[in-house]
């Protein structure tokens, strides 16, 4: 099937992963998409929030909705409403979010302390959504002491899960240290359905490194929030080709342009604007003079702002040199 591919994914991330964001990672050459994750419970109220998180353009396919919860029945019941909703590509569950408000309501990565219970959420849904495929994304364990995403990959797969993406951290990490991709590549060895590498590829050299270890895929999640040229850059190594990084210029115009669209989407110029002020930070990230540009992009309300800013940062920098994304 085509969204059982290996290429390049697109993590989903909460708060960044939107419609807008994942088609300009698709048009930068990110292969498979998924949504940010939504709780059984939310799919359930069918909201005007939720139906915002899970719908999608013909353009993003193939794509996946990603699902968490702890509870099998209710989770089983969610995918399906998913299906009949929006008709996605694939229906992926979330085994790996660190998050409190997600762990403590025995959803994300709180499962892979209690492999029975995940077991259960894992064939309920699997069955539920036939003929649907079921992906999933797990950590390495809970903490360094409980190391199982072996064990943990064995059991989706026995289950029916189609295809694993392994976060090369613990839950115990967060988002800090180092990915752990010797974890990575024992998952990747133990099982035959395709598993997708994540954590800490930033480059396209990392990239070529990272697919050594015998995974069929690589995701990536914070490098593309800062840098979605990533993805060219990525497929231009995996190619052996040379990759030309984005002029300031072409840089400055793609966040103007994800701020319009944005605008654009919530009919909202302000609130728009104001959601976009992190995101904006982001993009900062290997800009010459930096610092001080995120201090006024903190603070910016209104896409006048935003070009203001945009004209004055050109002029002090004309020549448009980008430092590395490291």
């Known amino acids: 099937m085509s969204t059982m591919k290996e290429g390049l994914f697109l993590a989903p991330m909460a708060g960044v992963t939107n419609s807008i964001f994942r088609r300009i990672c698709r048009e930068k050459g990110a292969d498979i998409l998924t949504t940010e994750f939504v709780s059984a419970d939310g799919i359930m109220h069918r909201n005007a929030r939720t139906r915002s998180y899970v719908e999608f353009t013909p353009g993003e396919r193939p794509m996946g909705v990603q699902l968490f919860g702890g509870d099998p029945g209710r989770l089983a019941e969610a995918a399906k409403q998913v299906i009949d909703w929006v008709r996605p590509d694939f229906i992926d569950i979330n085994f790996g979010c660190p998050v409190n408000k997600v762990v403590c309501r025995h959803g994300g990565s709180s499962l892979l302390r209690d492999c029975p219970q995940l077991e259960r959420v ?25 190391i199982n995403a072996t064990e943990t990959a064995r059991i989706l797969e026995a289950a029916g899960i189609r295809r694993l993406a392994v976060h090369g951290r613990t839950r115990a990490q967060g988002y800090s240290g180092c990915a752990d991709w010797d974890v990575i590549a024992a998952v990747a060895s133990s099982v035959s359905i395709p598993v997708i590498g994540n954590g800490d590829i930033g480059d396209g050299a990392t990239a070529l490194l990272r697919r050594q270890s015998g995974v069929q895929g690589l995701m990536i999640g914070r490098a593309a929030m800062t840098n979605p040229w990533i993805f060219s850059e990525i497929k231009a190594a995996l190619a052996g080709e040379a990759f030309t990084p984005p002029s300031l210029k072409e840089r400055w115009g793609l966040v103007r342009r994800h701020c319009v669209e944005e605008i654009t989407g919530r009919s909202d110029e302000l609130i728009a604007m104001q959601g976009m002020r992190s995101r904006l930070m982001a993009y900062t990230r290997g800009m010459p003079g930096a610092r001080p540009l995120r201090s006024h992009l903190s603070l910016v309300s209104s896409l006048m702002q935003l070009d203001d800013l945009i004209a004055s940062h050109l002029m002090e920098f004309p020549e448009g040199k980008l430092e590395q994304f490291k």
């Open 122 to 146: 894992a064939i309920a849904v699997v069955k539920a959504c036939d003929p649907i495929p079921v992906t999933a994304k797990i950590r390495t364990g809970w903490d360094e002491r409980s």
